[in-house]
């Protein structure tokens, strides 16, 4: 899943989809959709994993279509964490604890250093 074909250039949803992919050759990339109405109120969350079960048997992610971009990657790397988990059979309920925090820092080292190391727009 290594180096997707994306139609923008440096497209940051790319990198990180490419970063997963190295750290994990072996978990599929989930489907990602933006949906609308996630973050409805400040309590509601901004993207959340649908973990397979009768009704979708895919494990998919969820993000807000009013998040920011900047904010959308975050939160694609955040979801992503927790596909990892749940691939390597780790508690993915476990919310945020020491895997869950190792996880999201490798994919946002490997997202930084593609986003800075090649395809630079200055
Ligand atoms: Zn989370």
Same mark, same amino acid.
């Given at each position: 899943?290594?180096? !997707? +074909? ?20 072996? &978990?599929?990339?989930? !489907? ?7 973050? +409805? /109120? @400040? ?7 649908? +973990?397979? @079960? @009768?009704?979708?048997? /895919?494990? !998919? ?5 009013? $998040? &920011?971009? !900047? ?35 490798? +994919? ?6 593609? $986003? ?7």
């Amino acid at each position: 899943m290594a180096n !997707r +074909i994306s139609p923008i250039e440096n497209d940051p949803f790319s990198l990180v989809a490419d970063a997963f992919g190295e750290l994990w050759p072996n &978990t599929p990339f989930p !489907r990602v959709e933006f949906v609308e109405g996630l973050h +409805i /109120d @400040d309590d509601a969350p901004w993207a959340e994993t649908h +973990i397979p @079960d @009768d009704d979708f048997p /895919d494990i !998919r992610i969820s993000i807000d279509v009013e $998040a &920011t971009v !900047r904010g959308a990657v975050e939160l694609l790397a955040h979801e992503l964490a927790h596909v990892a988990m749940y691939h390597l059979g780790l508690d993915h309920e476990e919310n945020h604890g020491p895997f869950w925090q190792e996880f999201f820092e490798a +994919i946002n080292q490997a997202y930084k250093a593609k $986003a800075e190391g090649g395809n630079g727009t200055n």
